[in-house]
């Protein structure tokens, strides 16, 4: 049984920093790809970033780069997003998602991960 299990999430002020994990179980963590998605309230959840398989290639949203650094640690089975510099916008149940890959690429869809945590809230006050 695959599960990926966020957490980390939290009240913070704006300015602050969280860092999010997602252990991932069920799965050959190293075969996967890995992303990291958010919903705000009253919105469509939206990507944020996504890392390959072998660590060597990521991506992230405009809204949020130079701020938040994806990695993931495959020793521990574990993907983290590093969140600096936190804003009000970024307010939002944060999500990560799995997705089998050979090819090294990182994706940046929703409809292409296959698994899915539950999320973990972060709210960011102003």
């Known amino acids: 049984q695959v599960q990926l299990v966020e957490s980390g999430g939290g009240l913070v002020q704006a300015g602050d920093s969280l860092r999010l994990s997602c252990g991932a179980s069920g799965i050959t963590f190293s075969n996967y790809a890995m992303g990291w998605f958010r919903q705000a309230p009253g919105k469509e959840r939206e990507f944020v970033a996504a890392?390959?398989?072998?660590?060597?290639?990521?991506r992230y949203a405009d809204s949020v780069k130079g701020r938040f650094t994806i990695s993931r640690d495959k020793a521990k089975n574990t993907m983290y997003l590093q969140m600096n510099n936190l804003k009000p916008e970024d307010t939002a149940v944060y999500y990560c998602a799995a997705k089998w890959d050979y090819s090294g690429n990182v994706y940046g869809k929703e409809q292409e991960y296959r698994y899915w945590g539950q999320g973990t809230q972060v709210t960011v006050s102003s």
């Open positions: 890392i390959n398989l072998r660590s060597d290639n990521t």
